[in-house]
């Protein structure tokens, strides 16, 4: 049944629409395109670094700004192929991305992906879901989840308040701009106290709105708190 399925229906490549073998992948032209992040990175945003692969490295923006995470992995480089892919997860509706994103996501976070992890998505603001119709976070940790076996807690974060768009924003108007806008659902207070936490979102530029979803969780009694993320912002990427 499933091969006749497949000669019906072929398996498309996720962003081209080219034939190809598997479901839910990239054909080799898109594959190519894509800027995957491999060797070494940031221990804290993943971010990529020049030099042989080592541990505990940090990129330039993490050795400057306080995280208050761990540890953080990202799986692509958000130019390219992958901007195209995160803007069409993001705005265009394709939430059938989520699955092939999820898996880069975990090749890139086997390290964080733990037995004793709890997977948390960034929440978006309750208007913007409204108008959205889904949170990009939230789609991305389910698919890790399902994956990986790790739990997730989909509401887990709250947004308190509706935040400005980014955008245009310097590094120190985007902290002030996520200054207590997250917090953690009271109904869930007990289930993430004294868990170590994955928070798991699209796109990392300078950390904000991460950085306030980690402190949240830290201040409800997480034991640690590490990211994980699909494409990070580099400048002159």
């Avoid at 060797?39 to 945003?45: A, N, Q, R």
């Avoid at 936490?197 to 979803?213: H, K, Q, R, Y």
Wanted: proline letters at 5%.
């Amino acid at each position: 049944m499933q091969a006749l399925l497949r000669l019906i229906y072929p398996s498309r490549c996720a962003l081209c629409d080219t034939e190809i073998e598997e479901e839910h992948a990239l054909c080799p032209a898109c594959w190519r395109d894509t800027p995957f992040l491999r060797g070494l990175c940031c221990d804290k945003c993943g971010a990529p670094l020049p030099g042989e692969e080592v541990g505990g490295a940090l990129c330039d923006d993490c050795l400057r700004i306080a995280r208050p995470w761990d540890r953080g992995r990202a799986a692509l480089l958000y130019s390219g192929a992958a901007r195209q892919l995160v803007l069409a997860l993001k705005h265009g509706d394709r939430t059938d991305l989520a699955l092939p994103a999820a898996r880069w996501m975990q090749a890139a976070g086997t390290a964080l992906l733990r037995d004793d992890t709890l997977i948390v998505p960034v929440p978006v603001h309750r208007f913007r879901l409204l108008k959205r119709r889904y949170n990009q976070a939230a789609l991305l940790g389910r698919a890790l989840a399902r994956i990986s076996g790790v739990p997730h807690l989909p509401d887990a974060l709250t947004r308190i308040r509706r935040t400005p768009k980014q955008d245009g924003m310097t590094v120190t108007e985007r902290f002030e701009n996520m200054q207590g806008a997250i917090s953690v659902n009271a109904a869930r207070t007990a289930e993430l106290r004294g868990r170590s936490i994955l928070l798991v979102d699209d796109v990392m530029t300078s950390g904000a709105t991460l950085a306030a979803a980690a402190d949240a969780c830290h201040a409800t009694g997480a034991n640690r708190v590490s990211i994980l993320i699909l494409a990070r912002v580099v400048k002159d990427a």
